[in-house]
């Protein structure tokens, strides 16, 4: 059995604080907006629209890590409920400069629409800690975990509030946060938190699962454009766990992948990338970047030139706010699919649909992973552990079915495809919620 600890690569220890983030944008502005104008369209009962305009439960703690040189640091961390109208709330935790409430807010309202979108039976949620974890030791990564997992304990629970890995968390930080609730509670309670370890009751595939969705959504997409996934070249910004995933099965699928970068830059070559090779390099480098990578037939490239780059479709898996009015004028790909959460501005949305752009929205197309999720916390649950064919067939099956949900839909209003998503999505909950009622 493969033990994902050893094989994924340490991208708690690889990034450096660097991050080419919009000053001005704030996720939850973006995020209010859309749902603002999807209740507009769907003439959403203004009390309902109320209730999803707010997050049910927002925890902001401080938690002091005894540092190895013997100091106190006092880091800011946060859980958000956005909505636990559809089940259990689901959401990741990232570890980032950047954290802040309004990010962690926009992030949870993602997730009550991911899931919905997807047809899971989750809320969403979000967590994440305002740390640069780059630099960090095991030990001073794991006492940060453990106090963040006790102080945001009370609002977690397998029926409660599920964890997952996001930004610059990993495998090994579920088995922390796992471990830190079981020894609090004193019970085996392994569906606390997903994207956990194998040995640990983690899932088969789970490690891939948010890449694969993005390359099982960009095929559905070429299909429905009648285009070969041969004929097909691909840029790839951000070369994480979801990135590099996306790009080695599209690779796997026949694709061309001819640029890719991370947070040090980017390569690039018109006639496809040696995927092999560059996992090779990436895992020599001391921070397993992409900057250890170098060729003769590959241009160096920077991040800007990356999402700029000739490319049939461009999959932006870094960080929000990427694709803004001031870049999205000379985006070339004629397809994006968004891998990480909230890569695009509202303004360069209008843009891009103007310039006749296809897009998958990230709520679609990242679904894989809180998919995936959700079949781990059915394997916990049940103490019943599938093949790793029978949770990709699964998952398969889910990114199908949705997409071509969203696809039909969209179709038929007709709608851009994220308007699609979110009218669907915003439905879903508030038919629900309506249905529940307001208690007591
Ligand atoms: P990760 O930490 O594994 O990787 C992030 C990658 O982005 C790294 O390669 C990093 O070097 C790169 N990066 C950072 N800043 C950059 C910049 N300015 N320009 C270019 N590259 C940059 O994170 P991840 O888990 O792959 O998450 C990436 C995105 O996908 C996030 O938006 C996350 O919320 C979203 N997402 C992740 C999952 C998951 O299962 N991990 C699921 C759904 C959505």
């Not at 967590?127 to 006492?143: C, H, K, N, Y």
């Amino acid at each position: 059995m493969r033990n994902p600890i050893l094989e994924t690569p340490a991208h708690l220890k690889t990034e450096p604080s660097a991050v080419a983030l919009h000053p001005k944008q704030d996720l939850w502005d973006t995020v209010l907006g859309s749902l603002d104008d999807v209740a507009a369209r769907l003439r959403l009962d203004p009390g309902i629209h109320a209730i999803l305009r707010e997050p049910e439960r927002e925890l902001t703690v401080a938690v002091p890590v005894g540092m190895d040189d013997g100091s106190i640091k006092v880091f800011k961390g946060y859980r958000v409920q956005h909505s636990s109208v559809r089940g259990p709330c689901k959401g990741g935790i990232r570890y980032h400069p950047n954290v802040n409430l309004n990010e962690v807010k926009g992030l949870a309202a993602m997730m009550t629409w991911k899931c919905a979108v997807v047809d899971i039976p989750f809320g969403g949620a979000k967590g994440g800690i305002e740390v640069d974890p780059t630099g960090m030791s095991q030990g001073e990564l794991a006492r940060m975990t453990r106090r963040f997992t006790s102080m945001i304990l009370p609002i977690l629970g397998g029926k409660r509030d599920i964890p997952a890995p996001d930004v610059n968390t990993n495998a090994q930080v579920m088995a922390w946060i796992v471990d830190t609730a079981n020894m609090i509670e004193g019970v085996y309670m392994p569906e606390i938190a997903t994207g956990k370890p194998l040995a640990l009751g983690g899932s088969l595939g789970r490690r891939e699962a948010t890449g694969r969705g993005v390359a099982i959504v960009t095929g559905e997409l070429l299909k429905r454009e009648a285009r070969a996934l041969s004929d097909t070249t691909v840029a790839v910004q951000g070369f994480g766990n979801v990135g590099s995933w996306a790009a080695r099965i599209l690779h796997e699928m026949g694709c061309k992948i001819v640029a890719l970068s991370d947070v040090s830059g980017g390569v690039y070559n018109p006639n496809g990338l040696d995927l092999a090779a560059i996992d090779k390099a990436v895992a020599q480098h001391p921070r397993h970047l992409l900057e250890g990578y170098a060729e003769s037939d590959v241009e160096r490239i920077n991040n800007e030139e990356l999402l700029e780059a000739p490319v049939d479709v461009l999959i932006p898996a870094a960080l929000e706010h990427q694709i803004r009015a001031d870049n999205a004028d000379r985006i070339r790909a004629r397809y994006i699919v968004e891998g990480a959460n909230g890569p695009t501005t509202r303004e360069a949305d209008e843009i891009l649909e103007d310039k006749g752009i296809i897009l998958v929205p990230d709520i679609l197309a990242n679904a894989g992973g809180v998919a995936a999720s959700y079949l781990e916390w059915v394997q916990n649950l049940q103490n019943f552990y599938w093949e790793e064919g029978e949770v990709n067939q699964r998952l398969m099956s889910i990114m199908k079915r949705s997409f071509a949900g969203v696809w039909d839909f969209s179709h038929a209003q007709p709608v851009p495809m994220r308007l699609g998503a979110m009218m669907l999505a915003v439905s879903k909950v508030a038919e629900t919620a309506q249905q529940r009622g307001i208690w007591p």
